[in-house]
């Protein structure tokens, strides 16, 4: 994959009390928090997609809560790309690309402003756009969102697990969230734990299977690739809404 790569060394904490907490968004008693700083994860897949297209040259991600505003908001912008995917991973139909990093690899995105819509990720960051501080997050950008978070000098931090369903148990999530935080901490950590821990999650088992198409297990060898990218995904406020920018340090 010819996509940039962080090398950095392990994140250390800085001289502060942290406060971490976590907040899972199909749960219908969290759904507010007071944290400074947010951090909204989908690791499988809207926030790993919306990783490799910034990589990929993006100028920007629009994440647009529903699936029928796609084509106002592409209207209004050039060069613009439409992605996205319903609840259980099938994509939207009338898109360009569905909810898919690995569709996005040889992509020419360069320029382009992609629109992308999804029932988790997308949905959490809207839920939570009032927070002082808005990342998108997933496995590929989790040292990066360490480091950014770190710069922020912010001590209250809220993770925001976006895969936990009925029938899922979003550990590929929640190991993401356990990473950053662990970074944070100055912990010594093996990214590699984390890594099988989104292979081995509910949703992770469905793409590693390979029988459909929705769930290509390309799609999960890239999610699962601890630190792929070396930048954040800080979340801000434009004229369209929502925009996800590529912070590289």
């Given at each position: 994959?010819?996509?940039?790569?962080?090398?950095?060394?392990t994140v250390v904490d800085y001289p502060v009390v942290l406060q971490f907490s976590r907040?899972?968004?199909?749960?219908?008693?969290?759904?507010?928090?007071?944290?400074?700083?947010?951090?909204?994860?989908?690791?499988?897949?809207?926030?790993?997609?919306?990783?490799?297209?910034?990589?990929?040259?993006?100028?920007?991600?629009?994440p647009v809560q529903n699936p029928d505003c796609v084509g106002t908001i592409c209207a209004?912008?050039?060069?613009?790309?439409?992605?996205?995917?319903?609840?259980?991973?099938?994509?939207?139909?009338?898109?360009?690309?569905?909810?898919?990093?690995?569709?996005?690899?040889?992509?020419?995105?360069?320029?382009?402003?992609?629109?992308?819509?999804?029932?988790?990720?997308?949905?959490?960051?809207?839920?939570?756009?009032?927070?002082?501080?808005?990342?998108?997050?997933?496995?590929?950008?989790?040292?990066?969102?360490?480091?950014?978070?770190?710069?922020?000098?912010?001590?209250?931090?809220?993770?925001?697990?976006?895969?936990?369903?009925?029938?899922?148990?979003?550990?590929?999530?929640?190991?993401?969230?356990?990473?950053?935080?662990?970074?944070?901490?100055?912990?010594?950590?093996?990214?590699?734990?984390?890594?099988?821990?989104?292979?081995?999650?509910?949703?992770?088992?469905?793409?590693?299977?390979g029988t459909s198409p929705n769930l290509p297990r390309a799609d999960l060898d890239i999610?699962?690739?601890?630190?792929?990218?070396?930048?954040?995904?800080?979340?801000?406020?434009?004229?369209?809404?929502?925009?996800?920018?590529?912070?590289?340090?």
């Amino acid at each position: 994959m010819e996509l940039p790569i962080d090398s950095g060394g392990t994140v250390v904490d800085y001289p502060v009390v942290l406060q971490f907490s976590r907040l899972f968004l199909n749960r219908p008693e969290d759904q507010a928090t007071t944290a400074d700083i947010v951090v909204v994860i989908d690791v499988l897949r809207s926030f790993t997609t919306a990783a490799i297209a910034l990589a990929r040259g993006a100028l920007a991600v629009y994440p647009v809560q529903n699936p029928d505003c796609v084509g106002t908001i592409c209207a209004r912008l050039a060069h613009p790309v439409s992605a996205g995917a319903a609840a259980g991973g099938a994509p939207i139909p009338g898109l360009d690309f569905g909810n898919s990093p690995s569709a996005f690899l040889n992509a020419d995105l360069k320029g382009k402003n992609v629109v992308i819509s999804t029932a988790a990720g997308v949905r959490g960051l809207h839920c939570f756009r009032s927070a002082r501080q808005l990342y998108a997050a997933s496995l590929v950008c989790a040292k990066a969102t360490a480091e950014a978070i770190r710069e922020t000098r912010g001590e209250d931090i809220c993770f925001v697990i976006t895969g936990e369903w009925d029938d899922r148990d979003g550990d590929e999530d929640i190991a993401c969230a356990d990473y950053i935080e662990s970074l944070l901490r100055g912990e010594s950590t093996d990214s590699e734990v984390f890594a099988r821990r989104v292979r081995m999650s509910d949703f992770g088992a469905r793409f590693a299977t390979g029988t459909s198409p929705n769930l290509p297990r390309a799609d999960l060898d890239i999610a699962a690739h601890p630190d792929l990218v070396g930048f954040a995904m800080p979340v801000h406020f434009g004229a369209e809404g929502l925009v996800i920018l590529l912070d590289r340090k």
